[in-house]
């Protein structure tokens, strides 16, 4: 029961790629964006965000690479779930459910850490399912330089080849740890306090509220009988960790969320199955829920796509969430229209954002 279907199909995916194009190329730059282009580490990250300033100079050539790499991860993802769906329209179903996750539309349009996992860890999957174990190994050992929580991907392979005995992989993996620690990216310094139920805020934020609620029972569902494959063990494996972290630190949103939100293969997979087993007269509750799972969808991925808009007509007494980018860069124009070139400001994101507008911080 997809959501769009034949030629619909086509005309969403052409409307949402050019909507995210439009969101990429308006929206201003963002507090960890500015962070990001402004820092003297050289990252996987910083150095596409350079190279994309190189080839366009605005928020789009920032952007430019990310927003390739999303799409390209779509692909990988429609290609990944033809190991779980037979039929072309419950793919399309996957890769909708999947293309509307407020978290992904914000990694595709904003330059980040976890577009760049997702395309790592797709390509591993995807070649690993395809039989090509030896070309599989590159996008694990180049996971190494992207994030730390490489570390912890590693481990749930590890988990998996035990548990699957799968041997190639279990060394695959020993050796990637190994390596990991030699050349990989440090660790974070852990932030104390208790950040669990913060945690489940992000993740319904990246997801919908009901949509992670059916996310968490369609794992768990397949913990106590389903197939256990190694896409569940890559999602409900960083659920459990990232729970577990955020118990004595705070996890930010790209740690661990490109990891979870291929995880809608196995929801989807789910749905489905329970929906076949059943008489049609016995389908009705089924079929209501997923109508108000993807209008919670809809309506949480709209507010993402329209967050300009909404931000402009309402402000930032009621739509705070993107005050932050907004405000900068409204307060930036006003003074370049006054003909300053320096801006009074303590806050170190918020100067970041200024020199990226032309503004340097007043002495």
Request: aromatic letters at 18%; charged letters at 15%.
């Amino acid at each position: 029961m997809p959501v769009f279907k034949g030629s619909s199909q086509k005309i969403f995916l052409v409307l949402y790629a050019l909507a995210l194009i439009v969101v990429a190329t308006t929206t201003p730059i963002s507090p960890s964006e500015a962070y990001l282009f402004f820092q003297s580490e050289t990252t996987p990250t910083v150095l596409l965000m350079h190279l994309g300033s190189f080839v366009v100079a605005n928020e789009l050539g920032m952007r430019l690479f990310f927003l390739v790499l999303g799409f390209v991860n779509a692909y990988l993802f429609y290609r990944l779930a033809e190991d779980f769906f037979t039929k072309t329209e419950e793919r399309f179903l996957a890769l909708d459910f999947y293309l509307m996750l407020p978290g992904v539309i914000a990694s595709t349009v904003l330059a980040n850490d976890a577009v760049i996992i997702a395309f790592l860890v797709l390509l591993f999957l995807y070649l690993h399912v395809h039989g090509k174990s030896i070309f599989s190994l590159l996008p694990l050992f180049l996971l190494a330089f992207v994030h730390w929580s490489a570390l912890y991907f590693y481990l749930i392979l590890v988990l998996y080849s035990l548990f699957q005995k799968k041997r190639e992989i279990f060394w695959a993996a020993i050796a990637v740890i190994v390596f990991y620690m030699m050349f990989g990216v440090a660790m974070p310094e852990p932030t104390s306090g208790n950040h669990f139920f913060e945690m489940l805020g992000i993740y319904a934020t990246i997801f919908s509220p009901l949509l992670f609620v059916y996310l968490f029972y369609a794992l768990y569902r397949t913990l106590l009988r389903g197939d256990r494959r190694l896409l569940w063990y890559v999602s409900f494996g960083t659920l459990v960790i990232s729970l577990v972290l955020s118990l004595q630190e705070r996890i930010k949103i790209t740690d661990f969320s490109a990891y979870l939100m291929l995880g809608i293969i196995v929801a989807v997979h789910s749905y489905l199955s329970s929906l076949k087993v059943r008489l049609k007269r016995f389908q009705k509750g089924y079929r209501i829920s997923f109508a108000i799972i993807v209008s919670s969808l809809i309506l949480s991925s709209m507010t993402m796509l329209l967050h300009q808009p909404i931000y402009r007509i309402f402000g930032s007494k009621y739509y705070p969430l993107v005050a932050s980018v907004y405000e900068p860069y409204d307060r930036a124009q006003k003074l370049k229209s006054n003909g300053k070139k320096c801006v009074e400001e303590s806050r170190q994101k918020v100067l970041y954002q200024m020199r990226y507008y032309g503004l340097s911080r007043c002495f």
